[in-house]
T-cell receptor
Framework: SQQGEEDPQALSIQEGENATMNCSYK?????LQWYRQNSGRGLVHLIL?????REKHSGRLRVTLDTSKKSSSLLITASRAADTASYFC?????????FGTGTQLKVEL | NAGVTQTPKFQVLKTGQSMTLQCAQD?????MYWYRQDPGMGLRLIYY???????DKGEVPNGYNVSRLNKREFSLRLESAAPSQTSVYFC?????????????FGEGSRLTVL
């Protein structure tokens, strides 16, 4: 069963635009992570936000966390064609990290 | 450093055949994981190992066995493959023994069961 669910399932934007994707989860968490997966490759960790944090930045990435709404958002600013990938949120307790079904982002030139 | 290395990258099996997927990490991580990824299903945890000598079931363990051979290596075995096990399998590792930290993934092993 998926703990996190991303929205939208697919997103297509032009290079230079911002991309926002959302994650909703069901139970309380210690932290929430975002991963990227390029086509045919393994997942790569992007950012981790702890339950006592509301916002976190890493380069062109901005992640927010609203524990009262059990939701998180990932914003990619000034997107590039190289940002084309699937993005997954992951939550869970202990070693049982569970992933959502992902948002497929396509950035067109 | 290679990170997490999985072999083989591709495999085709017939129903009923057995095979082992190998995974090795060179980051001195304590925890290792096996996930499967299917279209529309995201990643689902099959088994994990929080430390050398221990293994635990994840969400979808049926039809699989694992071995934590040493701190570096964690293998996944299909004793009698079924078409439902056609999937992409990912091995991952993390530093701690209690999870919730960053996972480092291999490039995946694509398995087709006919």
């Amino acid at each position: 069963s998926q703990q996190g669910e991303e929205d939208p399932q697919a997103l297509s934007i032009q290079e230079g635009e911002n991309a926002t994707m959302n994650c909703s989860y069901k139970t309380s968490i210690n932290n929430l992570q975002w991963y990227r997966q390029n086509s045919g490759r393994g997942l790569v960790h992007l950012i981790l936000i702890r339950s006592n944090e509301r916002e976190k930045h890493s380069g062109r990435l901005r992640v927010t966390l609203d524990t009262s709404k059990k939701s998180s958002s990932l914003l990619i600013t000034a997107s590039r064609a190289a940002d084309t990938a699937s993005y997954f949120c992951a939550t869970g307790g202990g070693n049982k990290l569970t992933f959502g079904t992902g948002t497929q982002l396509k950035v067109e030139l | 450093n290679a990170g997490v290395t999985q072999t083989p990258k591709f495999q085709v099996l017939k129903t009923g055949q057995s095979m082992t997927l190998q995974c090795a990490q060179d980051m001195n991580h304590n925890s290792m994981y096996w996930y499967r990824q299917d279209p529309g299903m995201g990643l689902r945890l099959i088994y994990y190992s929080a430390s050398e000598g221990t293994t635990d079931k994840g969400e979808v363990p049926n039809g699989y066995n694992v071995s934590r051979l040493n701190k570096r290596e964690f293998s996944l075995r299909l004793e009698s493959a079924a078409p439902s096990q056609t999937s992409v399998y990912f091995c991952a590792s993390s530093v701690g023994t209690r999870g919730s930290g960053e996972l480092f993934f291999g490039e995946g092993s694509r398995l087709t069961v006919l």
